[in-house]
């Protein structure tokens, strides 16, 4: 029998699906064509799941349900609640996108992106492997749906191709890593696969082999170098409206389940896997950095930036643990979630921009379409300009402070190793900052293209939300205390959960 201990942890995920169910349910009474109904009914549902994990999170209690196959706790109630938040958002921005291309036909884009937020409520919950599965599974299964909605659109048909080619390539390495640890330890459970693991009467040989494979799923799922090859194409060939929903909320699932499986499920192996994170960070902001420079689509060019930051989110993972000794575990990891979180808030203001300026029958993805953005609005132009400064860590922006969280936990290792890979940080921030600064160039201080339209049509709520979003950039980089200590309580948590 079930108790209701059990059932508290997953209340978040059961009124998620219900409202997804009754939303589909609604939607098809609805004819307007912006789907007001499911809009608002969608954006309470999103505002109500978000509230109950901040609730959850603050009461910091660690809760374990169905035989510690889920788990409530402060880090995963926190990047759920971010991950409502981020949906929210750009539902908001990719509404008015989605209907100017008759994506709004019915209510699969709102049903849609529910599941896939089911799916990453699932993965953020999981202690147990074959449920973080089953959350991967969901979230991929929507996304690979939510590309493809623009069924008349060959660019978008190919890159859902692509996307469900690759990532059922990435689902399977990280399924049959998964089944090596679970044939080497005999046990499914993470807390189990930990202690199996420290005992060492395990094979060490068995369990590399299947954390190798277990590593290259979950790159995947970062975008990190080698397996980015999927990331340019579906930020590119994708509407613009879903390029939003698979580059934000999912991120902050890919950290959460790194943190899950490689830290809470395989910490005794981090000499093993930190090696093979520095190759992933290395090659990450190598590639990604150099190969954005050569980009005039300003989307290909941001999904090329999101595979250099996700290099900065792998350097923090692979300084928790030095030399076998976990004392800088808590500023390590701790940045690292704070690096997700404000990428993720970044991300959403940058694609604000881009929803923003398109109109019906234009993609506004080639930088050149943000020719003179300052003379046609200066804030919007603003907003923009703050998140390329913020992405190419800038101060007083919060991206500055991200990185220099990263490189503080990097120095507090205090290993000639790690100093190296700091210089490196620093060195490919500061190529980065050409081509963020570029797009700056473009909109302040070139012309406007002719035949560009000079008023910029925009709702209110998307006004609203764009203004609060720039405006946290600019609030949280000058006062970032308050977030950095809630990730560093929540991944304290996290850690002395390892302990007990």
Same mark, same amino acid.
């Not at 999981?126 to 299964?141: A, C, D, K, R, S």
């Not at 930051?309 to 692979?318: C, D, E, K, P, S």
């Not at 909109?443 to 946290?472: E, K, S």
């Given at each position: 029998?079930?108790?209701?201990?059990?059932?508290?942890?997953?209340?978040?995920?059961?009124?998620?699906?219900?409202?997804?169910?009754?939303?589909?349910?609604?939607?098809?009474?609805?004819?307007?064509?912006?789907?007001?109904?499911?809009?608002?009914?969608?954006?309470?549902?999103?505002?109500?799941?978000?509230?109950?994990?901040?609730?959850?999170?603050?009461?910091?209690?660690?809760?374990?349900?169905?035989?510690?196959?889920?788990?409530?706790?402060?880090?995963?109630?926190?990047?759920?609640?971010?991950?409502?938040?981020?949906?929210?958002?750009?539902?908001?921005?990719?509404?008015?996108?989605?209907?100017?291309?008759?994506?709004?036909?019915?209510?699969?884009?709102?049903?849609?992106?529910?599941?896939?937020?089911?799916?990453?409520?699932?993965?953020?919950?999981?202690?147990?492997?074959?449920?973080?599965?089953?959350?991967?599974?969901?979230?991929?299964?929507?996304?690979?749906?939510?590309?493809?909605?623009?069924?008349?659109?060959?660019?978008?048909?190919?890159?859902?191709?692509?996307?469900?080619?690759?990532?059922?390539?990435?689902?399977?390495?990280?399924?049959?890593?998964?089944?090596?640890?679970?044939?080497?330890?005999?046990?499914?459970?993470?807390?189990?696969?930990?202690?199996?693991?420290?005992?060492?009467?395990?094979?060490?040989?068995?369990?590399?082999?299947?954390?190798?494979?277990?590593?290259?799923?979950?790159?995947?799922?970062?975008?990190?170098?080698?397996?980015?090859?999927?990331?340019?194409?579906?930020?590119?060939?994708?509407?613009?409206?879903?390029?939003?929903?698979?580059?934000?909320?999912?991120?902050?699932?890919?950290?959460?389940?790194?943190?899950?499986?490689?830290?809470?499920?395989?910490?005794?192996?981090?000499?093993?896997?930190?090696?093979?994170?520095?190759?992933?960070?290395?090659?990450?902001?190598?590639?990604?950095?150099?190969?954005?420079?050569?980009?005039?689509?300003?989307?290909?060019?941001?999904?090329?930036?999101?595979?250099?930051?996700?290099?900065?989110?792998?350097?923090?993972?692979?300084?928790?643990?030095?030399?076998?000794?976990?004392?800088?575990?808590?500023?390590?990891?701790?940045?690292?979630?704070?690096?997700?979180?404000?990428?993720?808030?970044?991300?959403?203001?940058?694609?604000?921009?881009?929803?923003?300026?398109?109109?019906?029958?234009?993609?506004?993805?080639?930088?050149?379409?943000?020719?003179?953005?300052?003379?046609?609005?200066?804030?919007?132009?603003?907003?923009?300009?703050?998140?390329?400064?913020?992405?190419?860590?800038?101060?007083?922006?919060?991206?500055?402070?991200?990185?220099? @969280? =990263? &490189?503080? $936990? /990097?120095? *507090? !290792?205090?290993?000639?190793?790690?100093? +190296?890979?700091?210089?490196? @940080? =620093? &060195?490919? $921030? /500061?190529? *980065? !900052?050409?081509?963020?600064?570029?797009? +700056?160039?473009?909109?302040?201080?070139?012309?406007?293209?002719?035949?560009?339209?000079?008023?910029?049509?925009?709702?209110?709520?998307?006004?609203?939300?764009?203004?609060?979003?720039?405006?946290?950039?600019?609030?949280?980089?000058?006062?970032?205390?308050?977030?950095?200590?809630?990730?560093?309580?929540?991944?304290?948590?996290?850690?002395?959960?390892?302990?007990?």
């Amino acid at each position: 029998m079930i108790d209701t201990l059990s059932w508290i942890t997953v209340y978040p995920e059961i009124i998620l699906l219900v409202m997804a169910c009754v939303i589909a349910l609604v939607d098809l009474g609805v004819k307007t064509p912006l789907r007001g109904m499911t809009y608002i009914l969608t954006l309470l549902t999103l505002a109500a799941v978000a509230a109950l994990q901040a609730l959850f999170a603050m009461e910091g209690e660690t809760v374990y349900g169905f035989g510690k196959m889920v788990v409530s706790d402060p880090m995963g109630n926190w990047l759920k609640c971010f991950a409502s938040v981020a949906l929210m958002v750009s539902m908001v921005y990719g509404r008015p996108y989605a209907a100017d291309r008759d994506m709004l036909r019915g209510g699969e884009f709102f049903t849609l992106s529910l599941f896939s937020l089911l799916g990453i409520f699932v993965m953020i919950s999981g202690h147990n492997f074959l449920v973080i599965y089953m959350g991967l599974e969901l979230m991929t299964l929507s996304s690979y749906a939510l590309v493809a909605l623009r069924r008349d659109n060959a660019t978008a048909t190919e890159a859902a191709m692509k996307y469900f080619v690759l990532g059922a390539l990435a689902s399977g390495f990280l399924l049959y890593g998964l089944s090596m640890i679970y044939g080497a330890t005999g046990s499914l459970n993470l807390n189990e696969v930990f202690q199996a693991i420290a005992s060492r009467q395990v094979k060490h040989q068995v369990l590399v082999f299947g954390l190798v494979f277990i590593v290259a799923g979950l790159a995947f799922k970062l975008g990190a170098v080698p397996f980015h090859m999927w990331l340019p194409d579906v930020y590119q060939g994708a509407p613009t409206a879903v390029t939003l929903l698979i580059g934000a909320a999912p991120q902050l699932a890919a950290f959460a389940i790194c943190m899950r499986l490689l830290v809470q499920g395989m910490l005794p192996l981090a000499i093993d896997w930190q090696q093979m994170l520095v190759v992933l960070a290395v090659g990450s902001l190598l590639v990604g950095n150099f190969a954005a420079i050569a980009q005039t689509n300003l989307k290909r060019m941001l999904a090329f930036s999101t595979i250099a930051q996700m290099g900065f989110v792998l350097l923090a993972m692979l300084a928790g643990v030095v030399n076998g000794h976990q004392f800088n575990a808590e500023s390590a990891y701790g940045a690292a979630m704070f690096y997700v979180i404000t990428y993720v808030l970044t991300t959403l203001a940058a694609f604000g921009i881009i929803l923003l300026l398109a109109r019906q029958g234009h993609e506004a993805e080639e930088i050149s379409d943000l020719a003179g953005l300052n003379q046609r609005s200066p804030l919007y132009a603003g907003v923009m300009a703050l998140s390329m400064f913020s992405l190419a860590g800038i101060p007083p922006l919060v991206g500055f402070y991200a990185k220099l @969280a =990263v &490189l503080q $936990s /990097l120095m *507090a !290792a205090q290993q000639t190793s790690y100093l +190296v890979l700091t210089v490196f @940080a =620093v &060195l490919a $921030s /500061l190529l *980065a !900052a050409f081509y963020y600064l570029r797009v +700056v160039k473009v909109m302040y201080f070139d012309a406007p293209n002719v035949g560009m339209p000079t008023a910029i049509v925009a709702g209110t709520d998307a006004r609203i939300v764009l203004t609060l979003n720039g405006g946290l950039l600019l609030l949280l980089g000058m006062a970032p205390g308050g977030l950095m200590t809630l990730c560093g309580d929540a991944i304290a948590a996290l850690v002395k959960s390892l302990v007990n």
